[in-house]
């Protein structure tokens, strides 16, 4: 069973930090990734990693203020996230893929459950 266990997400001022986390298991994976989606909005890429390698996406939107690690050990992914805005407040999801493909195409294979990140003007 592949479970994707995000945590990390709450309320934050603009300007300020937050860091998710992406605890995976069950299997290995050749890329995880990390969407958001707003209400009345599509669910929207933001950042890949793959698990091996150093080869990194990141969608313009969110080019210089997040950043995606990797601890290999410990099977778990992170989002940093800094100089946060009111536009980031999203449900934000952790997303696994089996085979490589391109870091930026949006198909994923599993998904976590999401987690809410809420940030006040």
């Known amino acids: 069973q592949v479970d994707l266990v995000e945590s990390g997400g709450g309320l934050v001022q603009a300007g300020g930090s937050l860091t998710l986390s992406c605890a995976a298991s069950?299997?290995?994976?050749?890329?995880m990734g990390w969407f958001r989606q707003a209400p009345g909005k599509e669910r929207d890429l933001l950042t890949a990693?793959?698990?091996?390698?150093?080869?990194?996406y990141y969608a313009d939107s969110v080019k210089g203020r997040f950043t995606i690690s990797r601890d290999n050990a410990k099977n778990t992914v992170y989002l940093q996230m800094n100089s946060l805005k009111p536009e980031d407040t999203a449900v934000y999801y952790c997303?696994?893929?089996?085979?490589?493909?391109?870091?930026?195409?949006?198909?994923?294979?599993?998904w976590g459950q999401g987690t809410q990140v809420t940030v006040s003007s």
């Open positions: 997303a696994a893929k089996k085979r490589l493909a391109v870091l930026k195409a949006h198909t994923y294979d599993y």
């Open positions: 069950g299997r290995t994976f050749s890329t």
């Open positions: 990693i793959r698990w091996s390698g150093s080869s990194t």
